[in-house]
């Protein structure tokens, strides 16, 4: 590949990336009631599909929610982990210290989601952040899969 392709590739990644952390934080920034309805909407389309698969009695609307958590970071995961293929090739300890970088920087944002639930009038939830973190690895870890089965492997650690 080209390196101007390259750049082009990962600038593309990275608006991506900003837009995705928009959508994360500003769904963070809704008011209680207007999270509520965005929620309740949701739950109505898939309430043909979902009311057969939970258990009668559940919470739909709080399954979306938590849903959405999930989706959200795992969206971010696979997003942080095709940045990190893009980027040059790694020794094998290099590229373990970037994937446990990519995991941390997952929490962070994932913390300051729930920060700013705070100010947003809505109860943060340490659930929340072991949900959007589990999302986020679980993408992590799906580009790692995807790039082993592709054959692509981490240079070896000469040294």
Known sequence: MKPSQNTRI???QLILLLFTLLLIWGQSMMPPHLS???SGFVAKLVYPV??????????LEHFVRKAGHFTEYFLLG???GFLQLAGSALTVAGFLY???RRVFLIWLI???DETIQIFSGRGPQIQDVW???????LGIAIVLLIQ???GRSVEKNHA
């Open 10 to 12: 990962q600038s593309f």
């Open 36 to 38: 509520s309805s965005e």
């Open 50 to 59: 979902l009311s057969r698969l939970l258990p009668s009695g559940a919470d």
């Open 78 to 80: 696979l997003q942080l």
């Open 98 to 100: 970037a994937t446990l």
């Open 110 to 112: 994932a913390f300051l």
């Open 131 to 137: 949900l959007d973190l589990a999302g986020g690895v």
């Open 148 to 150: 082993k089965l592709r």
